[in-house]
């Protein structure tokens, strides 16, 4: 062993000592940071992570770099993450830099030296993911867990696999809805970061400079939208961000007790009946991705009048994706899709009629057994049929979905929906489950989909 090596394992052998106690039972984690001992109670405790087997793993799905609320993450973002990553590996040496989406997933990597050679054993490599519910404490997860820059060094790793590893990561979350966009990570094997938490911070200020920009551009966009809206509406009218706050509120609006807050950092304060508005915004954001013009309606029971009052929602977009929606109760405002409930089925649960378009352009109705599967192809939804591919009217994979509700289809990918009664066959292409309905018809499952296709099928 070199003199590095033998200095590495000096340097945490109070540490080890720590874990060692720690994952044997003990409840005293004083010996490591408080941010590592928090970690460590979650990995033992929460997650219930076997410290011997904890690895990083392949993403459940192929997606596009998006945070959970559904937008993509600001190109610009990964674009300045990934030079800096390959500029500070190259920088130091015998370093890897990797950059990862929002659920931890790697999505690049960069680096030489015996580290690199190392990194794919680790799991270094683009489509694993180091969330810390899966891989343990690392600087990865722990930073996403801790919104902040997080280093982890040797055995503070929940994983004996990680213990001759050393990293520093730095987690950026969205300004508007909190939730974590992307990381960027330096790791060493067998040395420490050369790199400081605070320096890598100062580092990538600029990045989170940017998100904070485009928050502010977003702003805006909101604050016009909402103007032009109140000169041509009567009564209340409120401007809600994607995480459900009110941002925005006419006089009426203000009389009913709503207290906008600031965008991308206020917290609304307001009454029952215009604050509840918030819950729709996970099917707002939703719905306007699957169909950028789409409108609905909400109805609520209000606290001030103790009737129902329908609210009219507008969604405000930049570029094709949502940023905030518009909910005023003027009946001028137009009308639209109901948020607060699914339409029922008719007969018995059963939808009895699909539309969809002809191979002429006409509308075509298709009874829910003829279809065999649908695909989505960006907005557009395909029906495999007995009679062909047919287009559906609808746009979006999740409308179709509800469309469908109760005619035995089952979401195995999140691009694709399946008949349960016309699966022909289940089998494995490596470590994916494939079904087919037809000859030559392969679709894919998706691995957080495996379970319900199993409860379906009983297999």
Do not use: K
């Amino acid at each position: 062993m070199d003199a590095p090596a033998r200095s590495f394992d000096r340097a945490f052998a109070r540490t080890y000592a720590a874990w060692e106690r720690f994952a044997a039972g003990d409840g005293d984690a004083s010996d490591v940071p408080p941010a590592i001992a928090m970690s460590w109670y979650r990995c033992r405790d929460v997650y219930r992570i076997d410290p011997t087997r904890a690895r990083p793993a392949p993403a459940p799905d192929a997606a596009d770099p998006a945070d959970p609320a559904g937008r993509p993450v600001h190109g610009g973002v990964l674009a300045r993450l990934g030079a800096l990553g390959a500029a500070l590996a190259s920088r130091t040496g015998n370093r890897v830099a990797t950059v990862t989406d929002g659920h931890g997933t790697v999505l690049a990597t960069w680096g030489d030296g015996p580290t690199r050679r190392r990194a794919p054993d680790a799991g270094l490599d683009p489509a694993l993911a180091w969330s810390e519910p899966v891989a343990g404490t690392n600087g990865v997860g722990t930073s996403l867990v801790a919104r902040r820059v997080c280093s982890v060094r040797g055995p503070e790793h929940w994983s004996t696999a990680l213990h001759e590893w050393s990293c520093t990561g730095v987690a950026f979350a969205d300004p508007v809805t909190g939730a974590p966009l992307a990381t960027l990570t330096l790791a060493s094997w067998r040395e420490m970061v050369p790199i400081r938490p605070v320096d890598l911070l100062v580092a990538t200020a600029p990045v989170a400079a940017l998100l904070q920009g485009t928050a502010a551009h977003h702003g805006r966009r909101i604050a016009t939208a909402f103007a032009e809206l109140e000169r041509r509406t009567t009564g209340p009218l409120l401007a809600l961000d994607l995480a459900g706050r009110v941002v925005a509120a006419n006089t009426a609006a203000r009389r009913r007790g709503a207290v906008p807050g600031e965008y991308a950092t206020g917290r609304t304060p307001g009454p029952r009946d215009i604050h509840s508005l918030g819950h729709v915004a996970p099917d707002v954001r939703e719905r306007v991705r699957d169909d950028p013009g789409w409108r609905g309606t909400v109805s609520l029971r209000s606290a001030v009048t103790d009737e129902d009052e329908t609210f009219r929602v507008i969604p405000v977009v930049a570029g094709a994706d949502p940023i905030a929606f518009l909910a005023c109760t003027d009946a001028r405002a137009g009308c639209g899709e109901p948020l607060d409930r699914v339409p029922a089925p008719r007969r018995g649960g059963r939808p009895q009629r699909v539309p969809a378009v002809g191979p002429g352009g006409q509308i075509v109705v298709l009874n829910p057994r003829e279809i065999r599967s649908a695909r989505a192809d960006g907005h557009a939804v395909w029906f495999a049929t007995d009679h062909g591919p047919r287009r559906a009217t609808r746009r979006g994979i999740d409308l179709v979905e509800r469309d469908l509700a109760g005619a035995g289809f089952l979401r195995v990918h999140r691009s694709h929906l399946v008949n349960v009664a016309r699966i022909r066959d289940v089998a494995r292409d490596g470590d994916r489950l494939v079904i087919s309905t037809a000859p030559e018809e392969r679709i894919p499952v998706s691995r957080r989909h495996v379970p319900a296709v199993r409860r379906a099928l009983g297999i």
